[in-house]
């Protein structure tokens, strides 16, 4: 049974940082993609980051290019998401979601929710002071 299950969000300041992780069971990680989404209460589910298995490549949105990064460790099975400089607007539940193929589906220059075959639960990130 594939799983995928985030951790590592919580309550930040402004200007902050966070490391989400991304645990993934019952498939080999370095078989897929893996992408970090977000979801505001009222707004869609935004594409934030991926990293491909077969290259490494990533892709971030232009909301988070600078500030996000995203890395992978195979042997653990695990993504990272190392979210610095947070602002109010990170707030959101953030989830880590995984397409069945080994590069990130990015079309049209951004990552789709509807290109992702599994994902988890989510992790809350709020940025408050």
């Known amino acids: 049974q594939v799983q995928l299950v985030e951790s590592g969000g919580g309550l930040v300041q402004p200007g902050g940082s966070l490391r989400l992780s991304c645990a993934a069971s019952?498939?080999?990680?370095?078989?897929?993609?893996i992408g970090w989404f977000r979801q505001a209460p009222g707004k869609e589910r935004e594409g934030l980051s991926c990293i491909s298995s077969s290259d490494l490549s990533t892709y971030y949105a232009d909301s988070v290019k600078g500030r996000f990064t995203i890395s992978r460790d195979n042997a653990k099975n695990t993504v990272y998401l190392q979210m610095n400089s947070l602002k109010p607007e990170d707030t959101a539940v953030y989830y880590c979601?995984?397409?069945?193929?080994?590069?990130?589906?990015?079309?049209?220059?951004?990552?789709?929710?509807?290109?992702?075959?599994?994902w988890g639960k989510g992790t809350l990130v709020t940025v408050s002071s």
């Open positions: 019952g498939f080999t990680l370095d078989d897929y993609a």
């Open positions: 979601e995984a397409p069945r193929r080994r590069r990130c589906p990015v079309e049209d220059g951004r990552l789709h929710h509807y290109n992702m075959d599994y």
